[in-house]
């Protein structure tokens, strides 16, 4: 089966087997892929590092100023590796809807994972829960974020628009962060539910904002990248 199913050789596999090692290595662009793993590395243990702490400390800011360090090393390299091998394409830097579709990604996944956190420490500190009670109490609010991302996904697909679903994600997100606010020892179980649930509902609702615009206005070509870069900045906000 694996014969039968390996891929014949073409032109340019040819080529690259019979390339010789160094000519290999750069074509496969170590330089870039090292600095930036290695910036992204330190930049994600300082957040980690800082996340717990109310100071700055030494090894915070060694870790801070690696990351600057590498990443300059990457953006560097970037600006002079040859067009066809950069990780990142060059003219997917000047696109603004990308890196818009980033930030938004970041600032979603930050309320998101923020919400699960601090909802939880709510329900310990004030209603006096355990932390297996606390996690029940969040169901309606996972709940809500899986039944509207579903929903989105169907809904899009089938209309063919996604702004309108965006942005009634994001005016529900709000309306449903500034309810949280209500909450306290004394509010209604009921009513708890459905503020939850309609949080939610909110995140759910934009929850592929980062997604489905780079699909729709890049090229099929530029996804992985589009798709890792969005990956990474959501992982960032969380």
Same mark, same amino acid.
């Given at each position: 089966?694996l ?11 040819k080529l690259? $087997? +019979? ?6 290595l750069?074509y496969?662009?170590? !330089?870039g892929?090292?600095?930036l793993?290695? =910036? ?6 300082? *957040? @980690?590092?800082?996340?717990?702490? $109310? @100071? /700055?400390?030494?090894?915070?800011i060694? *870790?801070?100023?690696?990351? !600057?360090?590498?990443?300059l090393i990457?953006?560097l390299? *970037?600006?002079?590796?040859?067009? =066809?091998?950069?990780? !990142? %394409?060059?003219h ?5 809807? &990308?890196?818009?579709?980033c930030c938004a +990604?970041f ?12 909802l ?6 004030a209603?006096l829960?355990? %932390? @297996? ?6 169901? %309606?609010?996972?709940?809500g974020?899986s039944v509207?991302?579903a &929903?989105?996904?169907a809904?899009?697909?089938w209309?063919?628009y996604y702004?309108p /679903?965006?942005?009634l994600?994001?005016l529900?997100?709000?309306? =449903?962060a500034? &309810?949280i &606010?209500?909450?306290n020892a004394?509010?209604?179980e009921?009513?708890?539910?459905? $503020?939850?649930?309609l949080? =939610?509902?909110?995140?759910?609702f934009?929850?592929?904002s980062g997604?489905?615009?780079?699909h729709?206005? *890049?090229?099929e070509?530029?996804? %992985?990248?589009?798709?890792?870069l969005? /990956?990474? /900045? ?5």
């Amino acid at each position: 089966m694996l014969v039968v199913a390996y891929p014949s050789e073409t032109a340019q596999s040819k080529l690259l $087997i +019979s390339m010789p090692f160094w000519d290999k290595l750069l074509y496969l662009d170590p !330089i870039g892929a090292t600095s930036l793993i290695t =910036g992204l590395s330190f930049l994600t243990a300082f *957040l @980690e590092s800082y996340s717990t702490s $109310i @100071e /700055f400390s030494g090894s915070d800011i060694g *870790l801070l100023v690696a990351a !600057i360090l590498f990443l300059l090393i990457f953006a560097l390299h *970037l600006a002079f590796v040859r067009l =066809g091998l950069a990780i !990142i %394409p060059r003219h997917m830097i000047a696109e603004r809807m &990308l890196w818009s579709c980033c930030c938004a +990604s970041f600032f979603l996944f930050a309320g998101f994972i923020n919400f699960v956190f601090f909802l939880s420490m709510f329900f310990q500190s004030a209603l006096l829960q355990s %932390p @297996e009670e606390s996690a029940i109490s969040l169901l %309606p609010y996972i709940v809500g974020v899986s039944v509207a991302t579903a &929903l989105t996904d169907a809904l899009v697909g089938w209309a063919r628009y996604y702004n309108p /679903f965006f942005l009634l994600g994001g005016l529900v997100f709000s309306v =449903g962060a500034g &309810l949280i &606010l209500t909450l306290n020892a004394r509010t209604p179980e009921i009513l708890r539910m459905v $503020i939850l649930a309609l949080l =939610g509902a909110g995140a759910g609702f934009v929850m592929l904002s980062g997604v489905a615009p780079c699909h729709t206005h *890049l090229s099929e070509r530029d996804h %992985p990248v589009a798709n890792g870069l969005i /990956f990474f /900045f959501s992982l960032l906000g969380a």
